[in-house]
């Protein structure tokens, strides 16, 4: 049982370009969140799923986009790349919402320059 | 809005000397606080979920309680492998369901030394 699984692990980009941080997570949770870390910071959700089909902006959203196709993939698009958006991005699940726990992957640390 | 403190921002113990880790918050009607510890490199990992004043949860060395503005989290005997990041967040009663109306505080980096 894998959990939640995010790659890459590490990622450098030039401003202006695109590039997509990938999801997933086996443990068939409906509940899939994308949060942003920066240093001295709360997390800050960028955006959320409550199931295949269905997504919605968080707190800090501009500048991305996302997908859910499926149950278990949940990908964070970016487009246009600039310095703000350097950060360690988080993906997490959780099964029903609510006050249920969130399950989190390790992360991707994304450098923009 | 819905804000999350936390106090002190980083904290270095002796190993065996206890602590508490303070979380105080306002929220718009409270439905749970959560506290996650983090490793570096690592997502945050669960620990508790408390929902009501004067609610405790243990585990190990951990122990967290809840009062109507503020949680603590007691570290009782810590060892070095307890030196990690701890992070309180709170539910907001508004949420429509999932994290969506989740508040995370900016952690407590707490270093436990031989």
């Known amino acids: 049982n894998a959990g939640v699984t995010q790659t890459p692990k590490f990622r450098i980009l030039k401003i202006g370009q695109s590039m997509t941080l990938q999801c997933a997570q086996d443990?068939?949770?409906?509940?899939m969140y994308w949060y942003r870390q920066d240093p001295g910071m709360g997390l800050k959700l960028i955006y959320y799923?409550?199931?295949?089909?269905?997504?919605d902006k968080g707190e800090v959203p501009n500048g991305y986009n996302v997908s859910r196709s499926t149950t278990e993939d949940f990908p964070l698009r970016l487009e246009l790349a600039a310095p703000s958006q350097t950060s360690v991005y988080f993906c997490a699940s959780d099964p029903v919402g609510g006050n249920s726990p969130l399950h989190f992957g390790n992360g991707t640390r994304l450098t923009v320059t | 809005e819905d804000q999350v403190t936390q106090s002190p921002e980083a904290l270095r113990l002796q190993e065996g000397e206890s602590s508490s880790l303070n979380c105080s918050y306002t929220v718009s009607g409270l439905r749970g606080l959560f506290w996650y510890r983090q490793d570096p490199g690592k997502g945050p990992e669960f620990l508790f979920t408390?929902?009501?004043a004067g609610e405790e949860k243990e585990k190990e060395r951990l122990k967290a309680t809840l009062t109507k503005k503020e949680s603590f989290l007691h570290i009782t005997a810590p060892k070095p492998e307890d030196s990690a990041t701890y992070l309180c967040a709170v539910q907001a009663g508004y949420s429509g369901g999932g994290a969506d109306g989740l508040t995370f505080g900016k952690g407590t980096h707490l270093i436990i030394q031989p």
């Open positions: 443990m068939n949770h409906n509940y």
């Open positions: 799923s409550v199931g295949a089909g269905i997504t």
């Open positions: 408390l929902y009501s």
